[in-house]
């Protein structure tokens, strides 16, 4: 745990050290609250509904945008070297680097809370949904930065690592809106896989176990591949 906090500080350090957290999260809000406000005049109606219906979409891209230089930035300066070389698993250097993207993930997301507080002065809001949003949200978000984890390792650079991490987030996300193409025999296991269906039932308000231990089996399961490629290149 010492070694995954020291990485952990550095890079959070470096996030708002450097210009990157500061736009991508500002672009991250802007988006989300001009579709969000938009739709919410439309609906006429006091929920967050719209708003926990974009975020998953803004993701693809938000997600990859946080991850892409983690690794791939370290295997471009050669700084990796001097990572390997020092008395560390790399379970703990991909732990603490991911834990710093999931920060800055939650108080991006967090900054959205506002939104709730002057839907709640316009009309009834039921918070319920909302917080069940919110740990939906987050959950999601910490999948999709598992997979961004794994591009940023397989590459050295950093476009290519975005690019790769946009294509698996989205392959991901659509797994459960492409279930009437599919064999019936495959429905279920696709459906299951999908990181946005498990989103949508968390975010109806009923935290189900069997959607946390997806989420935390996936998130470990991807960390896991990154690990093994980490090793990889370490034998190379």
Partial sequence: MKYIWSIYKKELRSYFNSPVAYIVSTV??????????????LMGQASMRALFGIMPMLFIFFSPAITMRLL????????????????????????????????????????????GLVISFIGPLDWGPVIGGYIGIVFLGAGYLALGM????????????????????????????????????????????????????????????????????????????SSFAMESETWR
């Avoid at 930035?73 to 700084?79: A, C, Q, S, V």
């Avoid at 294509?167 to 999908?194: E, G, H, N, R, W």
């Avoid at 946005?196 to 935290?207: E, L, T, W």
């Fill in 28 to 41: 991250f809000l802007l988006l989300s609250g001009w579709m969000f406000f938009q739709q919410f005049f």
């Fill in 72 to 115: 791939a930035e370290e295997k471009k300066t050669g700084t990796i070297e001097l990572l390997m070389s020092l008395p560390v698993r790399n379970i703990d250097i991909l732990m603490g680097k991911y834990l710093a993207a999931l920060s800055l993930l939650v108080i991006t997301v967090l900054l959205t809370v506002p939104y």
């Fill in 150 to 225: 794994l591009t940023s390792t397989a590459t050295s650079n950093q476009i290519i690592a975005f690019i790769l991490g946009l294509a698996l987030c989205f392959v991901f996300f659509i797994m459960d809106k492409i279930l009437p193409f599919l064999p019936d025999f495959s429905v279920t296991f696709f459906q299951y896989l999908s990181l946005d269906y498990h989103f949508n039932n968390i975010a109806r308000g009923v935290i189900d176990t069997r959607d946390v231990i997806f989420y935390l089996s996936f998130i470990a399961g991807t960390m896991t591949i």
